[in-house]
């Protein structure tokens, strides 16, 4: 049995109400701590959350409640992503509050999404040197499951 269809089994299995999505309480459900002991998700959302707060309050150096493009560059490789000023500005562009500052919702979206997307390219990129190859349909499917 391939990997995939090994997933796909956990997944079904998990998948309760049949709507081919995993909602919070199937998840929490079918996830374990290594101890039988049941996973509160709670907990560790959390902890993403917490330490990017963490993070942005560090890089809010004028307490503004909103980060800059400045901050914005700083947070990012704080938190290990070599970006460009290009890209930077792109994400400031698109999530800050006319063209300024980012607030913290914002903030965490890029946060979950950098997460979310980093973490499908890292299993793409076989050799683990920045590169992936992908077909356009791939690439959209990507795309499209984060949002």
């Known amino acids: 049995m391939s990997l995939h269809d090994q997933l796909w089994g956990y997944f079904?299995?998990?998948d309760s109400n049949r709507s081919g999505q995993l909602e919070a309480h199937e998840l929490q459900r079918c996830l374990s701590n290594g101890s039988?002991?049941?996973f509160d998700i709670s907990t560790t959302?959390?902890?993403?959350?917490?330490?990017?707060?963490?993070?942005?309050y560090e890089c809010d150096r004028n307490r503004s409640h909103?980060?800059?493009f400045k901050e914005l560059k700083r947070v990012l490789k704080s938190l290990q992503y070599n970006v460009s000023d290009n890209f930077v500005s792109l994400l400031t562009y698109k999530y800050s509050h006319?063209?300024?500052e980012i607030r913290f919702d914002h903030y965490v979206e890029i946060c979950v999404a950098m997460h979310m997307l980093t973490d499908?390219?890292?299993a793409l990129d076989t050799n683990q040197n920045g590169y992936a190859?992908?077909?356009y349909e791939q690439f959209l499917s990507i795309m499209f499951s984060t949002r």
């Open 12 to 14: 079904s299995a998990a």
């Open 36 to 38: 039988w002991a049941p």
């Open 45 to 56: 959302l959390w902890g993403y959350v917490q330490s990017w707060s963490n993070v942005f």
């Open 66 to 68: 909103s980060i800059s």
């Open 98 to 100: 006319y063209g300024q």
């Open 120 to 122: 499908q390219f890292r």
């Open 133 to 135: 190859t992908m077909q």
